[in-house]
């Protein structure tokens, strides 16, 4: 192969008559094996406390739950196999069991949607710029932390009893109920007022919603001749839906699982006459009071089945009532 070439006279060489291939840009280089593997190793020695937590605290426990679920197990002697009698009894045979799942499913209905609202209210208050803001989140935002501790739910049971601050301030204006605690057409809703206390978790996260919708749409709204009330429905709410879908099935999650507060309002039985007898509740009469072990792990499975359902219907209507931003509808 020949080639010719010359230099002008500013010394650049044209090789324009230069045959063969083109010339075509080399790979880029890759790893070698050993080096992936390496990095791989470091990765999974980093992850290795949280794998180790997974399986010894979270798997490890599920596993053997599952299995005692269907053993007689009192825990001072071994399992017994007893396949699927747990679950019969409980379905078939046990009446406080269907009692502890109605009065959950009140507790549920009615205070999820409570906090929810008044998270929602609050957080649309704080949302206008005012002096103090700062100060407002952190105070209506304490409850949340304080509201699972025991020391608070011997406050609220306190206030709620038979001549305390709530039976009191009541009789003073000519509402005379008695102790809530102590009445069984009241006392679930000492439950309802301590978890709507409670509200300052969703409020925050209403709150971060709030301040990325755009104020263009309020705007444009308000042009269109809009008020307060047609822009809440038809700007804040929608965009708010996806911030809504996901307090709805934390909340939920939550009062499903609710045990501090029955426990020691209702000084662990439930009562009066088992209107404060939640599932978990119950769950744990059946476990540690009864030492029905194996009883009480099929009772958490079914609830775990139930809390599965219904975050998976809820999921499955979120396509008709959330909306996402550039979403076409």
């Not at 000519?174 to 969703?202: E, K, M, N, R």
């Not at 089945?305 to 209507?317: I, N, P």
Request: hydrophobic residues 50%.
């Amino acid at each position: 192969m020949t080639r010719s070439a010359f230099t002008d006279a500013t010394g650049t060489s044209d090789t324009s008559g230069v045959t063969g291939p083109p010339l075509r840009d080399s790979p880029p280089p890759t790893a070698a094996p050993g080096r992936r593997r390496r990095g791989q190793g470091v990765a999974y020695l980093f992850l290795s406390p949280w794998i180790a937590g997974a399986a010894l605290l979270t798997i490890g426990p599920m596993v053997a739950s599952l299995y005692l679920s269907f053993t007689d197990y009192d825990l001072f002697s071994a399992p017994n196999w007893i396949g699927v009698d747990n679950y019969a009894t409980m379905f078939a045979g046990d009446e406080r069991f269907w009692h502890a799942a109605w009065v959950t499913t009140k507790y549920v209905l009615i205070s999820v949607p409570l906090k929810l609202g008044l998270a929602l209210a609050v957080a649309l208050l704080l949302n206008r710029p005012r002096r103090g803001a700062g100060l407002y989140r952190s105070a209506f935002y304490a409850p949340s932390l304080l509201g699972a501790s025991v020391s608070v739910a011997l406050a609220w049971r306190a206030l709620f009893s038979t001549g305390g601050t709530v039976d009191e301030g009541l009789a003073a204006v000519g509402i005379d109920t008695g102790g809530w605690v102590d009445q069984p057409q009241y006392a679930l809703l000492t439950l309802v007022a301590l978890a709507a206390w409670q509200f300052g978790a969703p409020m925050v996260i209403f709150l971060a919603g709030l301040k990325q919708v755009p104020k263009e749409l309020y705007e444009a709204a308000a042009i269109d001749g809009a008020g307060p009330g047609r822009r809440f429905l038809s700007v804040t709410l929608p965009m708010l839906s996806p911030v809504i879908l996901f307090n709805l099935v934390l909340e939920t999650i939550h009062a499903f699982q609710a045990f501090t507060g029955a426990f020691v309002v209702s000084s662990g039985r439930g009562g009066p006459s088992d209107s404060t007898l939640l599932y978990p509740l119950y769950l744990y009469q059946r476990g540690f009071t009864d030492f029905r072990m194996g009883y009480a792990s099929a009772m958490a499975w079914v609830l775990l089945a139930v809390v599965a359902v219904l975050t998976a219907l809820v999921f499955r209507s979120a396509r008709r009532w959330v909306f996402y931003a550039g979403e076409n509808r």
